[in-house]
């Protein structure tokens, strides 16, 4: 998982790293099962020793493998809902949960990579994860043991790594199986390329990593890597993640790229965050680019990275075809829950992939996903969004959405958006913040938030594929943020949140061409809501509610003329939002066809 709690040390203590990747097994032979054939060092490129575990099945080689690269502590339990929920610190049970992998005659692999516990090397933040993944790639298809075949698996962090590593095209890759993760990190994760950042995700995340720095990368930090300032950040972490109102000072002390705690832990933290040299950090983080075998994508509609899943599916399946999509409900921790599950689907499929074995599937079902409010009832389709109607909600004056688009120019309304006194989230897709379609407050007529509602829908609808959002907006500022929060209202009046979503204007043309607003000057911005899976009741409506932030579950802007991670300050801001008939302002989503 995308882990913020600390991971205990593993049982297997590396006594004394090999120094070459070649070295290492326990043991004249090999031996399969629970203990570690190897457990040492493999080299990479630049000579960086990476911390390495193998184990092999029973009987004789070779043997197909599956690959594991983690920020987190190794051996830690596989992904794909084999297992039931193993406790970070019990070692013995990880290794034990990969039973199922090994007794289908595969090798794991597992590996931790650049500059986390027993790796060598500075923390990367991911940017040497294709580099370090192809040199594990050819280390281990070179062994005696390896039939020259391998898959790529992991779950949120682990997945961004293997999907780099998958990036790099190795020799002899088959597929990747990844869940709860995202192939494209700075442009549908973490940071949109037209939105901003999801801090509640990134902040607290990095915090938790200071106690598990490797040797190279706190030798790096002096005294910063091993004294009070880990210890401080691990607090606030725990502080942050347990804090459902928190105080934008706590969460962002401005500059952002300079953040006390995280800028003396991770120093590349400031070059992932900003503006400069966005462009290429984008594209070398951007691994669905690159991939060149099939995926089998994992998510859930409550989960962080879920957008970032669906996109990565969408875009290889239109290149290759041969793409899996499987979404259930919940948050992203529910991952790990057998009851998500059911049944399995990964080592199926990796026979098919790695192995070549016939699939057991109709080969039009590449989509499965549950309807959320519908029961973990799931559905296929040939491709995502399903075949829905497509469906359009025009914003009109006096708070209405409807069906008719506006025949004259009008102004929808304003909000205020101030950084020091942001809107709070409630609810979404969230990591440390309480996550989930959570019930929501009556937004009133407040000067922060513009609210706009539907008629009831007369039958049940399930609403199906990305919900957008396409307005105008002028700003007193040099910049502004349209936060927009998609709400069901049940006919009682109880308001629960389907998806939201956030543009900031200075990136209307996307995050590598900024450009500030001319104060009182109009610019069309669109907000990427989210892509649902969504019953909605008979005599439900649907609200939308439009404001200035959505706070912590993204940052705060500043609303200057400047890459908001380097203000020091903000300036309030006063939006109007317009429509007309050339541009009006609309809704736009689809409506899955039967029940």
């Known amino acids: 998982m995308f882990k913020i709690g600390k991971f205990a040390m593993a049982l297997f203590a590396a006594s004394a790293l090999a120094s070459c990747g070649v070295s290492g097994f326990l043991g004249s032979e090999p031996k399969g099962g629970s203990q570690a054939a190897y457990e040492g060092n493999v080299m990479a490129r630049d000579g960086t020793p990476l911390y390495t575990l193998v184990y092999l099945p029973s009987g004789p080689g070779p043997h197909p ?34 039973k199922p992998v090994l007794d289908r005659g595969y090798a794991v692999v597992m590996q931790n990579t650049r500059g986390r516990h027993r790796s060598g090397g500075e923390d990367s933040l991911f940017l040497t994860d294709r580099e370090d993944g192809y040199d594990l790639a050819a280390w281990v298809t070179a062994q005696p043991w390896s039939d020259g075949r391998f898959a790529v698996v992991g779950d949120s962090a682990d997945g961004f790594s293997g999907l780099l590593m998958a990036a790099a095209r190795p020799p002899g890759l ?109 594209a070398y983080l951007d691994a669905i680019a690159d991939i060149e075998v099939p995926v089998f994508h994992v998510g859930l509609w409550q989960d962080v990275f879920i957008d970032c899943t669906i996109e990565g599916f969408s875009r290889l399946q239109r290149r290759r075809g041969d793409q899996r999509l499987l979404v259930f409900e919940g948050t992203h921790y529910d991952i790990d829950k057998p009851s998500t599950w059911g049944r399995s689907p990964m080592l199926d499929w990796l026979d098919e992939v790695v192995r070549g074995r016939a699939p057991d599937r109709p080969a039009d079902a590449s989509v499965a996903f549950a309807v959320e409010g519908g029961g973990q009832v799931m559905r296929t389709a040939t491709s995502w969004p399903p075949l829905a109607s497509a469906q359009t909600l025009y914003l009109q004056p006096g708070g209405n959405l409807t069906v ?52 009831p829908v007369a039958g049940d609808t399930i609403l199906a594929g990305p919900v957008t959002l396409t307005a105008t907006l002028t700003s007193t500022a040099a910049d502004a943020d349209l936060a927009a929060r998609l709400v069901a209202v049940s006919p009682d009046g109880e308001r629960q949140l389907i998806a939201d979503g956030l543009a900031r204007a200075r990136y209307r043309a996307g995050r590598a061409k900024p450009s500030a607003l001319t104060p009182g000057v109009p610019v069309a911005v669109r907000v990427e809501i989210g892509h649902v899976a969504r019953r909605l009741p008979a005599g439900h409506r649907l609200e939308l509610y439009l404001s200035g932030s959505n706070f912590p579950r993204w940052d705060t802007n500043p609303n200057r003329d400047v890459d908001p991670v380097l203000a020091t300050g903000s300036t309030p801001a006063r939006v109007s939002l317009q429509t007309d008939p050339a541009e009006p302002a609309r809704l736009e989503y689809g409506v899955l066809a039967g029940p």
């Open 404 to 455: 008719t688009p506006p025949k004259d120019a009008f102004a929808l309304g304003t909000y205020e958006a101030d950084a020091t006194r942001p809107l709070l989230t409630q609810g979404g897709r969230n990591l440390v913040v309480e996550a989930g379609a959570l019930l929501q407050d009556e937004p009133g007529r407040s000067s922060d938030v513009i609210a706009f509602r539907a008629t």
């Open 65 to 98: 493998a599956l690959v594991m690269r983690s920020p987190y502590d190794i051996p830690s339990a596989p992904p794909g809902g084999i297992s039931t929920e193993v406790d970070d610190d019990d070692t013995a049970a990880a290794v034990s949960a990969w």
């Open 174 to 282: 088959k597929g990747v199986f990844v869940q709860a993760s995202c192939g494209s990190l700075l442009t549908d994760g973490v940071i949109r390329r037209t939105g901003a950042m999801q801090v509640e995700t990134l902040v607290p995340w990095f915090l938790a990593q200071a106690e598990d720095a490797g040797p190279d990368h706190r030798k790096l930090l002096g005294s910063a890597g091993s004294g009070d300032l880990a210890v401080r950040a691990e607090r606030m972490a725990e502080r942050l993640a347990r804090q459902l109102r928190p105080k934008p000072e706590e969460w962002l002390p401005r500059p952002l790229a300079g953040h006390p705690e995280i800028s003396a832990l991770l120093p590349k933290w400031a070059t992932f965050i900003g503006e400069s040299g966005y462009a290429e950090r984008a």
